[in-house]
């Protein structure tokens, strides 16, 4: 049996809202779940449009914000209690982020050979052999210190630059990756290569990989399970190639659909744009009512909470027992 590594339980973050209707708050994040287990490494997508508050929910397992409801534990320790240096350490070398935009990982002034040394220095002072450590890293993303140690950022191309930022990520040994678009800078006919390195990190070190992206395509690619993310919701999650293959949630449906549909005026799943204004932000009921096909009355004012639905997990009035 594994055990839960990471435990999401009800998350929520709330920001308050500007302009007309300032001093309400809306929920960023809305009461997600999902647990990830020791010893059963994966990579786990998260899936939505422009701000359905992924980012804001990678920031809170990263410890960068603080959730204001639920709890996010890593091996039963709730998040909010860890403390000091050394436990702040402990945490950083066991959950590490990857950045959107490799550029802004690196210092420009500083070569990558000393940069990564000194990450290695950092998580591990005592070990005569830093170098070592670097190699293998580089090498478990197709690199080596001998190819691009001596250059400088802006020396290297994007992809690998990236590749790098990886390799500084792994250097821990993390039990956890957090990758928010790691590709999206990339150019296209790389991305695939850098995807499936998770897949063989996954294998390799034992890590598991939260991979946010908005990219179907190379989620379904990669990724063991997934979830799709609506508006602070996570609407579906369960198998990757389950879902994506058999959408049951009307917003899967509409993504998958928009995916596979290459002419111009597919409807994009970034069409509307989810900077909500508004009344539509705090609206009740179910939050993908007003652009479901498949929306009743009720949907317009009832919540959907989640259930299971054979091998996943649905948060749809349709699937609610009535
Ligand atoms: N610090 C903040 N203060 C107020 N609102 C915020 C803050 N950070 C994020 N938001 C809002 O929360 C929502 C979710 O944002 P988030 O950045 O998590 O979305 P995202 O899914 O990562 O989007 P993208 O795909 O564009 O990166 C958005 O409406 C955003 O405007
Ligand atoms: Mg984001």
Redesign the pocket.
Known sequence: MSQVQLSVKNAVKE??LGGLISGTTFR??NEVNFELYTGKPEVFSII??????????SRMILRLIKNDGGTIELDGKDLNRIKGRKGEMDFMSRVQPIFQNPFETFNPLSRVDRYLLDTAQHFFPDDPDPEKRVEEALEAVGLSLEEIGKRYPHELSGGQLQRTSIARAIIPKPEILIA??PVSMIDASLRMSIVNLFSSLKERFDTSIIY?T?DLATAYYVSDRIAI?HR?IFVEQGPARGILENPRHPYTKLLVRAALDPSPDAEDFDYKP???EGEEFTAKGCLFADRCEEAGNECFHVLPCEVELEDRIIRCLKYNIK
Request: glycine share 18%.
């Open positions: 920001y308050r960023a994040v939505g449009e422009s701000g359905s508050g992924k980012t804001t929910l928010d678009e946010i908005h993310m602070g989810s900077r909500f």
